[in-house]
């Protein structure tokens, strides 16, 4: 079992920037994969970003690329998610999960989930 926070969600203006954390506990944290998935009001949950257990090997989606940034931290048990130049449409509440396995933009294949963190950018 896996036990996953996220943190690091408020409120911000237009073009600012924000970072979420997710700490991991229970099991060895080296040992899955992380994603990021969000879910705006009314819309059905999407995925974000994914990071390998080495932290070598990462993957965006294209709404986020150049502007999202994942890293991981396995010593403090942490993956973080630095957004930048966020805009209206990012706004939503934002989850890290973890799997085994490689990489999957599929929110079925990933067997623990965080609470969520709310984002919300205004324009």
């Known amino acids: 079992q896996v036990q996953l926070v996220e943190s690091g969600g408020r409120w911000v203006q237009a073009g600012g920037s924000l970072r979420l954390s997710c700490v991991a506990s229970?099991?060895?944290?080296?040992?899955?994969?992380m994603g990021w998935f969000r879910q705006a009001p009314g819309k059905e949950r999407e995925f974000v970003l994914w990071?390998?257990?080495?932290?070598?090997?990462?993957y965006y989606a294209d709404s986020v690329k150049g502007r999202f940034i994942v890293s991981r931290d396995n010593a403090k048990n942490t993956v973080y998610l630095d957004m930048n130049s966020l805009q209206p449409e990012d706004t939503a509440i934002y989850y890290c999960?973890?799997?085994?396995?490689?990489?999957?933009?599929?929110?079925?294949?990933?067997?623990?989930w965080g609470q969520g963190t709310h984002v919300t950018v205004s324009s």
């Open positions: 999960a973890a799997r085994s396995g490689y990489i999957s933009t599929s929110a079925a294949t990933y067997n623990y």
């Open positions: 229970g099991r060895a944290f080296s040992d899955y994969s």
């Open positions: 990071i390998y257990r080495d932290g070598l090997s990462t």
